[in-house]
DNA sequence: AAGTTCGACAACCGCAGTCCA
DNA sequence: GTGGACTGCGGTTGTCGAACT
């Protein structure tokens, strides 16, 4: 298949459009459509490639254009299509009328998917990260670095702090949804190791490597569940903890769905379906999800919403099933 | 006030698919 | 069937203004 030279000619020129160019562009397009984009430039006096006006155009003269910041229900869109097509923007533009795929493109790399990662979900997948232990570890470190220094000599510290990464490697390793763990008992196994796993954890010394507070960061982090979305057990302080007031986290404003989990949801074993369902993380405990409601993109009192829903309303749900 | 950093977004690049002679 | 022309698409880069030091 052979290739067309499209901006190959140096005497063309690149960059930013000027309103001028603009005009012309729009013009020509208003009377003549654009017909073929490679003769285009020529006809309409541009010294421009063909590629780049019909860029120029679709992106951003086009007038059906729909310009400005992205409504609450459109990012919403955006992430129930995303969850279920990738990064697929062409056809996640297709359901946004007036949106370009290019615009989401952007709106996504430089608002949604910071916003997904900051409330510790992999972009990609839409699902909890499975690595989170290995900021987690950072943090533990963080926060018991005074005790540490004061309390401890490094050496009694430094064994101990290997001993619980190996046990909270091992643990992640078991929460690997990718794990090869096929059949049911292995999993049921997996999930009473896992437990056990987390008791030993809460169960060491005061002086453990979290200064005693190690598995109420655990707790307090299962509130955030992350790590622990799919273990009944500790979902359960996750709905019962009433130190969290997490309808008053930003995020939970933010993403209603998080504090409307039912148990049931919460507790599912299975793995979370496209949309991004699941709890969200603590805010002070994780990073700060203040800055999520920084960005441009943050709709306070909006009215609570479900993606789920959206995506199960959505014709291409249907297309696709 | 000047310089630097950062975020947002427009624009470019190159591959892949489709159409058609 | 083949290959050139053209378009669509997604990843990446460049530019510019705002925020920060």
């Known amino acids: ?68 910041k992205f409504s609450q229900e459109e990012e919403q869109t955006i992430l129930n299509l995303h969850s279920i097509l990738g990064n697929k923007w062409s056809a996640i533009a297709s359901h946004l009328p007036g949106r370009t795929d290019n615009e989401i493109k952007n709106f996504w790399n430089t608002h949604l998917k910071k ?53 909270l490697q091992y643990l992640q390793y078991l929460l690997q949804p990718n794990s090869n763990i096929n059949n049911t008992t292995t999993s049921l196994l997996t999930d009473i190791d896992t437990i056990n796993l987390l008791n030993s954890l809460s169960s060491s010394s ?42 008053s986290t930003p995020a939970a404003q933010e993403f209603p769905v998080f504090s409307q989990l039912t148990p049931a949801a919460a507790s599912s074993a299975t793995p979370s379906p496209p949309s991004m369902v699941g709890p969200v993380p603590e805010t002070s405990s994780i990073n700060n999800l203040g800055d999520v409601c920084s960005t441009s993109s943050c709709y306070g009192g909006a009215p609570p919403s479900i993606w789920p829903e959206l995506l199960l309303e959505d014709p291409l749900f249907h297309e696709i099933a």
Request: proline content about 7%.
């Open 1 to 68: 298949m052979g290739r067309s030279p499209c901006c190959d000619e140096t005497s063309l020129k690149k960059g930013p459009w000027t309103p001028e160019e603009d005009q012309k562009l729009v013009k020509y397009i208003q009377k003549h459509g654009h017909g073929s984009w490679r003769a285009l430039p020529k006809l309409a006096g541009l010294n421009r490639c063909g590629k780049s006006c019909r860029l120029r155009w679709t992106n951003y003269l086009r007038p059906d254009i729909k310009r400005g």
């Open 115 to 167: 916003k997904l990662i900051q409330m510790g979900f992999d972009p990609m997948t839409h699902r909890p990260r499975t690595d989170i232990f290995s900021s987690f570890s950072h943090l533990l470190a963080l926060a018991n670095l005074k005790d540490i220094i004061e309390t401890h000599s490094w050496d009694e510290q430094a064994v101990k702090l290997q001993a619980e990464m190996a046990k």
């Open 206 to 247: 005061p002086d453990n490597i979290a200064g005693g507070g190690s598995m109420d960061s655990l707790i307090h982090l299962n509130n955030s569940s992350i790590p622990f979305s799919h273990m009944p057990d500790l979902q359960a302080s996750y709905q019962t903890t009433p130190t969290n007031n997490k309808d």
